[in-house]
């Protein structure tokens, strides 16, 4: 597998505080991927950062690539009810084409 | 926006049976994607394509086969479907390189 051992983990926070989530990876890539996937619904791309970028800012999201040592984080400071969800992250080997999955984040923001 | 189209949303199969499920993009993406989603774990790649009459094995193809007649359409094939592949299916396209994916609404299947 690409990932390392990460199964669905679960974090639950009051709405207001600032939370973040890791991931590793395996082999090489030229860009992470950050989803976010609501419940019923398709994965949505929150946020790209390229293998030649360090930090990735959109709104209230802030991802972080290390290549040194493959992983990767997404931050979301003053979460909101809404933002409660199961958050991806995926390699792009842009080589291979393959986009692949870490198993992912499901977050809960308690109002 | 642009749009993933699958179809159907929701199909019930019987074990041994015959299910196709299409996904359709008119964005000109030229990579799409096949995934499935058990309850509770990531998205698991089965089959992609680079383009019309390419199709490639993703990490887990055995039980599947795909088919992509066009730059629109990418279908996937089960020839005999079991009851370990209940699940949800996602098809995605993206313009290849490092830019953004985008997916459908997904296919819930039920094989009985």
């Known amino acids: 597998s690409q990932w390392g051992e990460e199964n669905l983990q679960a974090l639950s926070i009051q709405e207001g505080e600032d939370v973040t989530m890791n991931c590793s990876y395996k082999t090489y890539t030229t860009v992470v991927q950050w989803y976010r996937q609501k419940s019923g619904k398709g994965p949505a791309q929150l946020i790209l950062i390229r293998s030649n970028e360090r930090e990735k800012r959109s709104g209230r999201l802030r991802a972080t690539l290390d290549t040194s040592s493959q992983s990767s984080s997404l931050s979301i400071t003053g979460t909101l009810a809404t933002d409660t969800a199961v958050y991806f992250c995926a390699t792009l080997n842009y080589n291979q084409g393959k986009l692949i999955f870490g198993q992912g984040t499901k977050l809960s923001i308690k109002p | 926006e642009a749009a993933v189209t699958q179809s159907p949303r929701n199909k019930v199969a019987v074990t041994g049976g015959k299910v196709t499920l299409s996904c359709n993009q008119t964005?000109?993406?030229?990579?799409m994607y096949w995934y499935r989603q058990d309850t509770g774990h990531g998205l698991r790649l089965i089959h992609y394509s680079y383009g019309a009459g390419s199709t490639e094995k993703g990490d887990i193809p055995d039980g599947y086969k795909a088919s992509r007649p066009s730059q629109e359409n990418f279908s996937l094939i089960l020839e005999l479907a079991t009851p370990s592949q209940t699940s949800v299916y996602f098809c995605?396209?993206?313009?290849?390189?490092?830019?953004?994916?985008?997916f459908g609404k997904g296919t819930r299947l039920t094989v009985v």
């Open positions: 995605a396209s993206g313009m290849g390189g490092n830019t953004e994916v985008f």
């Open positions: 964005n000109n993406h030229n990579n």
